[in-house]
């Protein structure tokens, strides 16, 4: 997500973004429009896709995950909260355990409470994409879904130009020196006009749509910002290079983590 108020892009950059925009949406929103094991299936390989970045940042950052168990708890921790929510006590719990028992091979390294912490961060943060796929079980979730997928990409959008355009301001120049509250600020407008969008063309409620739509500026920013501080840890630009022109699958959804699940609560609790 941005909130940037720095010259566009070059053309070679701007290419390289719009040539996987326009590989990339449709591998997303054919599966969420078929929805079921499809929409599930898709969302666990982007989450294990996003486990490996993190992986690969934390490394970097000079600490040592366990990715022996970093994937399998990913696989574990997302099917418990999609298939079996009454699993994910103890499927947290085996996770702990896990990650504290890695430490033992070699005994007595200095960091090895930092090296639990990664280890178990990783899984439960990647895994919020599971939220996506219970808002898409939810009664009318097929536009629920499109509703916060289109909020957070517009958010996106319209803090960049917002930024671009009319940035002053710095937001957070220690985490990320280009984003603005000028360009915050126009994300969160533009995330609320998206919602309130699909909600007039769906004739969904529009309550619980513009609640949406503020999440996707609001909430939104704040993943933006935390994916910024775990790369500026590593003193890496992009966690990844699997997008071209967008960086990795953490530099693409560090918005949409946040907004997810925050959204899936609010929407459980307004149309359930």
Avoid: C
Avoid at 141 to 152: D, N
Avoid at 219 to 225: K, R, T
Wanted: aromatic letters at 8%; glycine letters at 12%; zero cysteines.
């Amino acid at each position: 997500m941005s909130a940037e108020a720095q010259p566009a892009p070059v053309g070679g950059v701007i290419s390289r973004r719009t040539r996987t925009a326009i590989v990339g949406i449709p591998v997303f929103l054919v599966p969420l429009y078929v929805g079921g094991s499809v929409w599930s299936l898709l969302l666990g390989i982007i989450a294990l896709l996003g486990a490996w970045e993190w992986i690969a940042l934390t490394r970097t950052a000079g600490l040592v995950p366990a990715p022996a168990i970093v994937f399998p708890a990913t696989v574990l921790i997302y099917g418990s909260a999609v298939y079996r929510p009454d699993l994910m006590t103890g499927a947290a719990a085996l996770l702990v355990m896990t990650a504290l028992l890695a430490q033992l091979w070699p005994a007595g390294r200095p960091q090895a409470p930092a090296n639990v912490g990664v280890t178990v961060l990783g899984p439960l943060y990647v895994s919020f994409f599971a939220a996506l796929d219970l808002i898409r079980r939810l009664p009318g979730g097929l536009v629920w879904t499109v509703l916060v997928v289109a909020s957070v990409w517009v958010a996106d959008s319209a803090a960049y130009v917002g930024g671009r355009a009319f940035g002053r301001r710095a937001l957070a120049p220690v985490i990320s020196p280009k984003k603005t509250w000028e360009g915050a600020w126009s994300g969160e407008i533009g995330g609320i006009v998206a919602a309130l969008a699909v909600a007039a063309i769906a004739r969904l409620p529009w309550g619980p749509a513009a609640a949406v739509g503020a999440l996707a500026g609001s909430v939104g920013l704040i993943g933006d910002l935390s994916e910024s501080a775990l790369k500026r840890a590593a003193r890496v630009k992009d966690s990844g290079t699997l997008l071209p022109g967008h960086g990795g699958v953490l530099d693409r959804f560090d918005a949409m983590l946040f907004v997810a699940p925050a959204a899936y609560a609010l929407l459980v609790r307004w149309l359930r």
